[in-house]
């Protein structure tokens, strides 16, 4: 599979997790686990470019396919991709546990929808929990971030 | 001119490796560490007649496997860590339990193998028999005393404590209306996304145990395991890396973790780390909020409160560790921002099979402002008068401070409330609020709350100015979340006369900082911000003195501005805060950065030897603050919502809180710890419920079925604030981490009871709940 756009052989445990192996197999901390059973979105992660949960996939079942982590989208120093510029922006991340995975759908979510009505806003961030923000700077940084984009 | 960052909505310098996914959670560190998993108690109750690790023991990836008979601390009950006369049945469970469980989710045995998928193939080999005992599941039962938790702790009553302020019994016999009331609310849970984790390592040749821990507590679990261990405390560090949300359970000690894991490390000579999935997170980690309330109110024709009595009873869990400071706070925040002329509470703690009870933001208050609130809707419903004007005519009014409430508070003093306007909290709320919405089942809601913030005892910070002329600080306390390397910038820059962006802040590093106490009770920014404060003016201070020398200026003519400290009114006749720092150390080798300036045959600004009596070395100083009672913030929440009368869907149509935490350091970071409060008081209020059943398992222990609000249930929320400032220190401010949360439940019970003419005496509520309410 390609992670961030290197390629790397697959896991050779066959029931390692695609999270587990992101994070500990390849060093990719950014993919945080949440809850293990696909419900809190924090181990979104992008495959062939559509949100994803990693924690209900196998590492095996992503191969040849490209996958895309948060570490993917700007690079080291780089200026930060406009998502998470807007996040910032917004201070629509407070503990920054659940902030990778909404960045990773929101990017998703812009990619599909690239001037998003509210309502697809909404959908599009209704996949992942956050416990410190309450969504509302969450929302202002989504909208924000349309704007960086254009 | 002076920049101000203090009141400024400075954007959040903890963000750029948290969005780039560089964040350091415990479980992203230790790679290469063995893993565990625990095997936990499937009863709520039962004693353990054998225990067999023998074929985990056997499996290979399995590196050891201790049961309580494998610890010289097995035997050891775990600390109690708040006593208190009245709490004359405390009791604390042990690392591991070896022969009695008393809640489903008590640890039993733990497995560290070389990695977490061996660990928990090998925990599901070991055999453990139980003989089930009878279950004792919410507070109502066990006050039956059927069944007890612990047999020696008679009628489960772990303590009881009665408290009066008037007489309560004339004032009740003379009051012209009375009226007895019930309220029940349940448990509830933090659920921070990330769960707890620890990661422990042992340098055998230093003697140094290194821990890091998702802890709100650092410096007391260092504190711990100094003692537990027989070390040194200089030779045990404990880090708060970065955490991922915290609410109250992660200040808790010990967890068996925090000790089974350092405790493997220094077994084993190898990292071992353990990592929370979230359905042990359910049942492990402490829960809070289970209270009945049996209220009797005394009040007069105009709807003032002449008598209050409560009677209340805490769901206190299995084990008492956190001592009985949850029903002190509600017996002490009951009345809220209203005057009671004459109070009696009573409450008995008990000891129920379920997982043990601690803060979880809020920690006391929601329920108790929801007895309240409650109670005044329900006088207002009695004389048919207006709710928001019995409210009126309760409240404090600003000119009574401080206010002595006159019951015991959580810091040992007694309540009094600082500063406030009630009033004008209630007014402009009201004024935000706006009309009503047209439309059937359409309702309002209102509460006022106080809230005590800042307890003591103490918070410190360390401030340094580096010869490169940027800023390191570091406290004790560690942040989850509340952009506290921000705040603290902020308070220091300001009376360094740096850029905030040239501070840089350490919390939660017992290498940095080994000393405080730890995040709660919303007391980061009164403790810590104001030991940043205290700590910085000495550093500026000291810079002036210094600077005095080489400007030949006395130090009250400086000032510290632009990175310089320079001569008030002359611009220009200044010396860099980086200059400052290098002459602040005096020293025989150069060794770059400037420092040749501070070598023995430059030119000396002054006589004598290079330090002075009583100075030393560096442009640094510690300073400590040590709160003489709680700094006390206050809020009104109102809400309009509308409930479909068909599938008791709640629509909230507006939310709007008008809060007041004294003077606000950081508007943009406020707004966040607001809104994040209110959602987890609507997710509290009527999607959350943890649904244990008679036999005590908890049987929504997933976030399939425990309903956490997502983005569609939340609102938008919107804030005013007003700013009374503390008088109880320099900075003038309160606590705001907890405030968001407090009146949700009585706002929405309220306005749902507006809405639908049924009466709410509970909490949560749920679509189910309220169609059951309907239909009876």
């Not at chain 1, 445990?13 to 979105?41: I, K, M, N, P, W």
């Not at chain 2, 400071?325 to 379920?354: E, H």
């Not at chain 2, 005590?696 to 938008?716: D, K, V």
Request: charged residues 20%.
């Amino acid at each position: 599979m390609r992670v961030n756009g290197v390629e790397h052989s697959a896991p050779t445990d066959a029931r390692r997790l695609l999270s587990d192996h992101l994070r500990h197999d390849l060093g990719l901390t950014g993919t945080h686990v949440g809850c293990e059973h696909g419900v809190c979105g924090c181990c979104t992660v992008l495959l062939d470019g559509a949100p994803v949960r990693s924690c209900l996939m196998l590492a095996v079942q992503a191969e040849g396919h490209e996958v895309t982590t948060v570490e993917g989208l700007a690079r080291d120093v780089a200026p930060l991709h406009p998502v998470q510029q807007a996040f910032h922006e917004c201070h629509g991340l407070q503990c920054g546990f659940c902030t990778p995975g909404f960045v990773m759908s929101v990017v998703g979510l812009l990619a599909q929808h690239p001037d998003p009505s509210p309502q697809q806003i909404e959908e599009g961030i209704s996949g992942n929990l956050c416990r410190c923000t309450g969504y509302a700077s969450i929302r202002r940084a989504v909208s924000r971030a349309v704007e960086l984009t254009k | 001119m002076t920049t101000r960052w203090f009141g400024a909505p400075v954007q959040r310098v903890e963000d750029d490796r948290l969005l780039r996914g560089k964040g350091r959670f415990t479980d992203d560190l230790g790679e290469g560490a063995l893993e565990c998993c625990f095997v936990r108690s499937p009863y709520a109750h039962a004693r353990i007649t054998s225990i067999d690790v023998s074929a985990a023991r056997a499996m290979p990836g399995v590196v050891a496997v201790y049961t309580a008979a494998d610890l010289p601390f097995g035997g050891v009950d775990l600390p109690l860590l708040i006593p208190h006369p009245n709490l004359t049945h405390g009791r604390t469970q042990r690392c591991l339990a070896s022969e009695r469980v008393r809640y489903a989710g008590e640890a039993v045995a733990f497995v560290i193998a070389e990695s977490r998928y061996i660990a928990e193939d090998a925990a599901e080999l070991v055999q453990v028999d139980y003989e089930p005992l009878p279950v004792v599941i919410t507070p109502e039962v066990a006050l039956k005393a059927e069944h007890l938790v612990h047999d020696d702790v008679p009628g489960n009553v772990a303590a009881e404590m009665t408290q009066e302020v008037g007489d309560v019994d004339a004032a009740m016999r003379a009051a012209p209306h009375r009226k007895r009331l019930r309220f029940r609310y349940e448990r509830g849970a933090a659920s921070p996304m990330e769960g707890r984790a620890v990661w422990a390592r042992w340098s055998a040749g230093e003697r140094t145990l290194t821990v890091y821990d998702s802890t709100q507590s650092p410096t007391s679990i260092r504190g711990g395991l100094a003692v537990l261990f027989g070390l040194p405390e200089s030779n045990v560090e404990v880090i708060a890396p970065d955490v991922g949300g915290g609410f109250g359970p992660k200040i808790m000690l010990f967890y068996p973790d925090e000790l089974l894991v350092p405790y493997a490390a220094m077994q084993l000579g190898r990292p071992v780390k353990w990592t929370e999935d979230r359905q042990e997170h359910f049942t492990a980690v402490n829960q809070e909020r289970g209270q009945v309330h049996e209220v009797e109110v005394g009040f007069d024709g105009e709807g003032r409160v002449l008598a209050l009595g409560d009677d209340f009873i805490h769901d206190g869990g299995a084990y008492t560790p956190y001592g009985i400071i949850l029903p002190i706070i509600s017996a002490a925040q009951l009345p809220g921002p209203y005057r009671i002329p004459s109070y009696r509470v009573r409450f008995r703690d008990m000891y129920t099979n379920a997982t043990p009870t601690s803060p979880y933001r809020g920690a006391g208050r929601p329920h108790a402002c929801f007895v309240m609130e409650r109670t005044l809707d329900a006088i207002a419903a009695e004389l048919g008068l207006d709710r928001v004007e019995v409210r009126r005519r309760n409240l404090i009014q600003r000119d009574e401070f401080p206010y002595e409430v006159g019951v015991l508070w959580q810091d040992g003093n007694t309540v009094v409330y600082d500063s406030g306007d009630y009033p004008a909290l209630l007014d402009r709320a009201l004024a935000m609020l706006g009309p009503k919405p047209a439309g059937d089942h359409v309702g309002m809601g209102v509460a006022v709350y106080v809230e005590g913030t800042g307890v003591g005892p103490y918070e410190g910070a360390h401030v340094q100015v580096l010869v490169s002329g940027k800023v390191v600080a570091a406290t004790g306390i560690p942040s989850q979340g509340q952009a506290h390397a921000t705040v603290w910038a902020q308070v220091v820059a300001d009376e360094l006369g740096v850029d905030v962006r040239d501070v840089e802040v350490t919390g939660g590093d017992t290498r940095r900082f080994p000393w405080g106490v730890g995040t709660f009770a919303s007391r980061g920014a009164v403790t810590a911000g104001n030991a940043m404060h205290v700590a910085a003016r000495i550093v500026a201070d000291r810079a002036k003195q210094i600077a005095s020398d080489h400007l030949e200026a006395a130090p009250e003519d400086l000032e510290l501005v632009g990175g310089q400290v320079r001569v008030k009114g002359s611009p220009d006749r200044g010396i860099p805060l980086a200059a400052v720092a290098v002459l602040s150390n005096p020293v025989r080798y150069a060794f770059g950065g400037g420092t040749e300036a501070a070598t023995q045959f430059t030119a000396k600004a002054r006589e004598g030897p290079p330090l002075h009596d009583g100075e030393q070395p560096g442009l640094e100083a510690t300073g400590y603050y040590s709160p003489p009672g709680s700094a006390w913030a206050s809020g009104c929440h109102a809400a309009y919502v509308r409930v479909d009368p068909k599938t008791f869907r709640l629509e909230i149509l507006r939310y709007v809180v008008v809060h007041d935490c004294g003077r606000v350091i950081n508007p943009l970071v406020l707004q966040g710890q607001i809104e994040g409060g209110v959602a987890q008081g609507i997710g509290g209020a009527f999607y959350e419920r943890l649904a244990y059943d008679a036999d005590g398992q908890l049987r929504n222990a997933s976030f399939m079925e425990f309903l956490m609000p997502y983005a569609t249930e939340i609102p938008r929320i919107e804030i005013d604030h007003l700013e009374t400032p503390s008088p109880l220190n320099p900075l003038g401010v309160k606590g705001a981490g907890e405030a968001g949360v407090i009146p949700v439940g009585a706002v929405l019970a309220s306005a749902i009871e507006d809405a639908m003419g049924v009466s709410i005496t509970e909490m949560p509520l749920s679509p189910l709940k309220l169609y059951e309410l309907s239909a009876t």
